[in-house]
Antibody, heavy 126, light 107 residues
C-alpha cells in the first residue's frame, strides 16, 4: 500500500528555517517524481517544488521551484531512507501553510498527483 | 505562466442534481487537465486526469470533458458525500497551476 507521511512542521519566527520530511512506503522515491504542494489557511493549492525521478531520460534528478520560494527552499531525496525533504530557509509570513508531500505521475499523455500525505502545518510568526 | 480560472467559485445544489464546474486555461494545454476533490482538513483526492479519464475507485457519476482551453467537471447525480472543494490543475507545464477552487455545498 502506498503511503506518504510528512513531519517537521511547526511554529517558526520570520527569517527562520525548518526542514520538512516525507517518508514514503509502498514504492521507491528515487523512481518517482516527488513534490511538495502547499495550502495557505483558507486558500487554494500551490505546487511548491518537484524533484524528478532518477529514471527520467533527459532531466534525471532535476529540481524545480515556484518563483515564490526559489532561492529559499531546497528539495532533496534520501534513497537509503526512502524519504523526500524540503529545507525551508528565510521563512516569511506568507509561507504559512499546510505542506503536502505528493507523488506526481508523468505519463506519455497525462501527468497527475496520485498519492498525497496528510499534510504538516508550518506557521511563520513572531 | 498558465493561469487557470474556475467557475463558479461556489455553488449549492440538492441531492440528485446534475452540476458542472468549468475551468479555463489562459493558453492551450491540450488534455493536460486534472480534477481533484478536497474535504476539509484532508488532502486533495484525484478524480479525473487527462481531462476525461476517471481515476480508479472514483464513482462513475463523475466525468470530465474538454480540451485546449475549456474544461468541465460534471457530477451527474449529487450525493451528500460530494460536498467539498474541487480544484482543476493543468499539468502541461512544470509545476502546473491549480484553479482557485469551487466550493460545493449539498442542500
Amino acid at each position: 500500500e502506498v503511503q506518504l507521511v510528512e513531519s517537521g512542521g511547526g511554529l517558526v519566527q520570520p527569517g527562520g528555517s525548518l526542514r520538512l520530511s516525507c517518508a514514503a512506503s509502498g514504492f521507491t522515491v528515487s523512481n518517482n517524481y516527488m513534490s511538495w504542494v502547499r495550502q495557505a489557511p483558507g486558500k487554494g493549492l500551490e505546487w511548491v517544488s518537484v524533484i524528478y525521478s532518477s529514471d527520467h531520460t533527459s532531466y534525471a534528478d532535476s529540481t524545480y521551484y515556484a518563483d515564490s520560494v526559489k532561492g529559499r527552499f531546497t528539495i532533496s531525496r534520501d534513497n537509503s531512507k526512502n524519504t523526500v525533504s524540503l529545507q525551508m530557509n528565510s521563512l516569511r509570513g506568507e509561507d504559512t501553510a499546510v505542506y503536502y508531500c505528493a507523488r506526481f505521475i508523468i505519463g506519455t499523455t497525462n501527468n497527475f498527483f496520485d498519492y498525497w500525505g496528510q499534510g504538516t502545518l508550518v506557521t511563520v510568526s513572531s | 505562466d498558465i493561469q487557470m480560472t474556475q467557475s463558479p467559485s461556489s455553488l449549492s445544489a440538492s441531492g440528485g442534481d446534475r452540476v458542472s464546474i468549468t475551468c479555463r486555461a489562459s493558453q492551450s494545454i491540450s488534455s493536460y487537465l486534472n480534477w481533484y476533490q478536497q474535504k476539509p482538513g484532508k488532502a486533495p483526492n484525484l478524480l479525473i486526469y487527462a481531462a476525461s479519464r476517471l481515476q480508479s475507485g472514483v464513482p462513475s457519476r463523475f466525468s470530465g470533458s474538454g480540451s485546449g482551453t475549456d474544461f468541465t467537471l460534471t457530477i451527474s447525480s449529487l450525493r451528500p458525500e460530494d460536498s467539498g472543494t474541487y480544484y482543476c490543475q493543468e499539468s502541461y507545464s512544470t509545476l502546473g497551476t491549480f484553479g482557485q477552487g469551487t466550493k460545493l455545498e449539498i442542500k
